[in-house]
C-alpha cells in the first residue's frame, strides 16, 4: 500500500523556517517523481517543488526559488523541504505527492498524496 506522510508543519512568524518531511512507503522510491504542493484558503493547488526520479533533478516554482530547498534521503525514503525566509503568503496546507516519468505536468498527474501538513506565517 502507498504512503506518503507528511510532517512539520506549524506556525511561525515571517522570516522564519521550517523543515517539512514527506515519508514515503509501499514502492520504490527511487522509481517514482515526489512532488511538493500547497493549497491555500480559496486557492488552487500550486505545485511548489519537484524532485524526478532517483533524485536527478530538483524543479521549483518561480515563487520559492531562493528559499525553499528539496532534499531527500533515499535509505529512509523520505523526500524533505526546507522553507527559509517564509512570507504570510506561503501560508498553506503542504501537500506531497508521487507520480511516475517526470515533473512535467500539474496536480491531476499525481497517483498519491499525503494528508497535508499545516504551515502559517504570521506577520
Known amino acids: 500500500e502507498v504512503q506518503l506522510v507528511e510532517s512539520g508543519g506549524g506556525l511561525v512568524q515571517a522570516g522564519g523556517s521550517l523543515r517539512l518531511s514527506c515519508a514515503a512507503s509501499g514502492f520504490t522510491f527511487d522509481d517514482y517523481v515526489i512532488g511538493w504542493f500547497r493549497q491555500a484558503p480559496g486557492k488552487e493547488r500550486e505545485g511548489v517543488s519537484c524532485r524526478s526520479t532517483s533524485g536527478l533533478t530538483i524543479y521549483y516554482a518561480d515563487s520559492v526559488k531562493g528559499r525553499f530547498t528539496l532534499s531527500s534521503d533515499s535509505a529512509k525514503n523520505t523526500v524533505y523541504l526546507q522553507v527559509n525566509s517564509l512570507k504570510p503568503e506561503d501560508t498553506a496546507v503542504y501537500y506531497c505527492?508521487?507520480?511516475?516519468?517526470?515533473?512535467?505536468?500539474?496536480?491531476?498527474?499525481?497517483?498519491?498524496w499525503g494528508q497535508g501538513t499545516q504551515v502559517t506565517v504570521s506577520s
Open positions: 505527492a508521487d507520480r511516475r516519468y517526470s515533473c512535467t505536468g500539474g496536480a491531476l498527474l499525481y497517483a498519491y
